[in-house]
């Protein structure tokens, strides 16, 4: 079955330092893989994707991911954190047996310290 | 644009009560799904819908129905409220393929009582 695991419910960083969100897949054939964040009280927003190509993406507010195809892993970084970036933070994959199903992990809250 | 919108932001229920939560997008997707977010669980598919006409179940799929007449509209229906089906429901749609991201509505807190 495909799956996807965010490892930590929350990460702490100081603000200016770099920030590192882990996520982890389980899926038979290629993955399309994606990140979105969540800001209090309001829908998810689109950060960054991996289709196919450079292993490392780039998006949205500064952010970037590294698919890592050995570790089936896709973590999400950010080279200096701010403030705003504290939000709820999740990795999804899309089914690749064709269905029009994404499968969310169980979201990272992202804190950046003044 | 208006992107997709959710309508009511918030409801309250009584068990067994019926309501429709509405999903409208003016995007011109074909795709669109509806999930519900509960703490420590992420987000889980309750029923999706491929175009006009067609839709399927997700993961969560009991207690809920949909219907999908036409392209930029996707109600989900409960049928008979419980208290497990307290939570934040969330809508979203995208353009047809298989790597496009989606576009999530602002989300109707639900509380069934």
């Known amino acids: 079955a495909q799956s996807v695991a965010q490892p930590e419910d929350q990460v702490n960083v100081a603000e200016g330092n770099p920030l590192t969100v882990k996520c982890t897949y389980s899926?038979?054939?290629?993955?399309?893989l994606f990140w979105y964040v969540q800001y209090p009280n309001r829908g998810l927003q689109f950060l960054l994707k991996?289709?196919?190509?450079?292993?490392l993406v780039k998006g949205s507010y500064g952010f970037e991911a590294e698919f890592n195809k050995s570790q089936t892993s896709f973590h999400l970084k950010k080279p200096s954190a701010l403030v705003s970036d504290s939000a709820l933070y999740f990795c999804?994959?899309?089914?690749?047996?064709?269905?029009?199903?994404?499968?969310f992990g169980t979201g990272t809250r992202l804190k950046v310290l003044a | 644009n208006a992107g997709v919108t959710q309508t009511p932001k918030f409801q309250v229920l009584k068990t067994g009560q019926s309501m429709t939560l509405q999903c409208a997008q003016d995007?011109?997707?074909?795709?669109m799904s509806w999930y519900r977010q509960d703490p420590g669980m992420g987000l889980r598919l309750i029923h999706y819908?491929?175009?006009?006409?067609?839709?399927d179940q997700g993961e969560v799929p009991n207690g809920y129905n949909v219907s999908r007449s036409t392209t930029e509209d996707f109600p989900l229906r409960l049928l008979s409220a419980a208290p497990s089906q307290t939570s934040v429901y969330f809508c979203a749609s995208s353009e047809r393929g298989s790597y496009n991201e989606q576009f999530f509505g602002p989300g109707t807190r639900l509380t069934v009582l």
């Open positions: 995007m011109n997707h074909e795709y």
């Open positions: 819908s491929v175009g006009a006409g067609i839709t």
């Open positions: 999804a994959v899309r089914d690749p047996s064709g269905t029009y199903k994404y499968i």
């Open positions: 899926v038979s054939g290629n993955p399309y």
């Open positions: 991996y289709i196919t190509g450079d292993n």
